[in-house]
């Protein structure tokens, strides 16, 4: 992986208008996983992380007939937990040396809260959007500036 973002540094940074790279990442990893990824963010100066994308686990799951669906990626609910996890494992190992996106299980404005607390820059609402609806950003957001105020 380090060879292929070290190649596309070297293209995009030879654009006349370079574009921000970011590497997402499955909450699969394991913690030795998440090391090399800690590594290859700093030895390839990517721009940002997005921890995490879809998981293959269907570890926890009540709805039946799942597994039969196929081994596609899940999102949304169920990835909450393991999401945070992520998130604060690499910000804590990274010590704060890139920005990371959370993304995966935020239906809240408790579960955006967890992410940024966890050491995340930025969330990415996508599931709970489409599940919540679009007001959900606009009551993160209002929590975000309530916390900035005190």
């Known amino acids: 992986m380090t060879k292929l973002l070290l190649g596309l540094q070297v293209k995009n940074n030879a654009k006349p208008k370079r574009k921000p790279i970011f590497l997402k990442i499955a909450p699969d ?3 030795e996983q998440l090391d090399d ?9 990517i721009d940002a992380l997005v921890a995490t994308n879809t998981t293959l686990s269907r570890e926890g799951l009540k709805t039946s007939g799942v597994a039969e669906m196929g081994a596609g990626g899940l999102s949304g609910k169920p990835l909450t937990k393991r999401a945070t996890e992520v998130v604060k494992y690499l910000h804590d190992k990274s010590k704060g ?6 993304s ?3 239906h809240s404005v408790a579960d955006a809260m967890e992410k940024l607390d966890a050491g995340a820059t ?3 609402l996508y599931t709970g959007f489409i599940y919540e609806g679009p007001l959900l950003a606009k009551r993160v957001c209002k929590e975000i500036i309530k916390r900035t105020k005190s």
């Open 122 to 124: 930025l969330i990415e």
């Open 37 to 45: 990824i800690v590594s290859i963010m700093s030895e390839c100066r």
């Open 97 to 102: 040396t890139f920005p990371i996106v959370a």
């Open 29 to 31: 990893l394991t913690n």
């Open 104 to 106: 995966g299980g935020i």
